[in-house]
């Protein structure tokens, strides 16, 4: 039997931390060394991850002392802004020629534009691994609009439009208005309307521009982008749809669809939905859906994708091939 391998996870509490929790007490390979969490600091995992069987607590270490926990990989799932002093902490560890550097993947976008790191979109990306023990996780706007945009890159005509709306959970479990149900009943609230991380993020990994728009809508999870792609020759839709399944042929985690996705379909689903594909009378101009859940394919499970790439394994051990609670 293959020894199983230690994952240790920083800044637990949040939504996106305890999916990947629920993911690795279900993966034949992964065991957790350790969750961080000082709100939660010596609580019993299992007693609010239902999933999880076992004694291990949450703790709530200095980032100095992250090094000496020996996990072979560390998911940093913290917010914005909060990695580097983690990241310092191994870098000062590695001076000691003796010390094993883990797989660190960060979940936030502090290392996105940061060419030293691995930018880990598995279906767009995986190529360019090359055994990188750094890996920045892609966000989760972003994963939906470059999956829809991708296979039409070397047709595109001017930037591409993408009108995006996202359950709350997307705002994570700091209070504010984006998070905030009362606020959000009835509602619709849009925000950085103009120069989204995710815009910056998309344009520079696709090389082509993106227009994006936010908005936070009243459920709790799930996302959906209405991507408006202008195309430099008319194609039928025939030939866009043959694109599409062509381009993700082979993909686990990408489902090539006819009907427009809806997002109450993708909650609890760890895949992306793309379809819709709707062209103009003169075919140079197409719309596309994508839907995926926000706290899955948009983080936990991408996470885990990119910790079985780093560890050798199939990309899709441990991830179910069907929604969490789906009969």
Request: charged residues 20%.
């Amino acid at each position: 039997m293959a020894d199983s391998i230690k994952l240790g996870i920083v800044g637990a509490r949040g939504y996106v931390g305890a999916e990947l929790i629920r993911l690795v007490a279900a993966h034949p390979r992964f065991e957790l060394a350790f969750v961080s969490s000082r709100e939660l600091d010596g609580q019993r995992v299992a007693d609010h991850i239902s999933e999880y069987v076992g004694d291990l607590r949450y703790t709530s270490p200095d980032h100095e002392q992250l090094p000496a926990l020996s996990a072979d990989a560390v998911v940093l799932a913290l917010p914005n802004g909060k990695a580097a002093a983690c990241v310092a902490s191994f870098d000062a560890a590695g001076v000691d020629p003796g010390f094993k550097q883990p797989v660190i993947i960060d979940l936030s976008a502090d290392y996105r534009f940061d060419d030293s790191w691995y930018y880990g979109l598995p279906e767009l990306t995986r190529t360019r691994y090359a055994g990188q023990k750094r890996i920045s996780n892609p966000g989760c706007y972003a994963t939906a609009m470059q999956l829809a945009i991708a296979p039409m890159c070397d047709a595109l005509d001017g930037p591409v439009q993408c009108f995006g709306v996202s359950g709350w959970s997307g705002a994570g479990t700091t209070p504010s208005d984006k998070n905030d149900p009362e606020k959000l009943r009835d509602n619709l609230m849009p925000y950085a309307l103009i120069g989204h991380l995710h815009e910056k993020e998309v344009t520079r990994q696709l090389g082509h521009p993106v227009e994006f728009m936010p908005h936070v809508a009243p459920h709790f999870r799930g996302l959906t982008i209405t991507a408006n792609l202008h195309l430099s020759k008319a194609f039928t839709h025939t030939e866009v749809v043959a694109r599409y399944r062509q381009h993700y042929s082979g993909e686990a985690l990408v489902d090539v669809i006819d009907a427009a996705p809806w997002v109450s379909a993708i909650a609890n689903a760890h895949h992306v939905e793309l379809g819709g594909f709707t062209l103009s009378e003169d075919g140079r101009r197409l719309v596309v859906v994508a839907t995926e859940d926000n706290l899955l394919k948009g983080a936990a499970t991408q996470a885990l994708q990119n910790l079985n790439l780093a560890f050798g394994l199939e990309e899709a051990t441990g991830i179910p091939s069907s929604p969490v609670g789906a009969t």
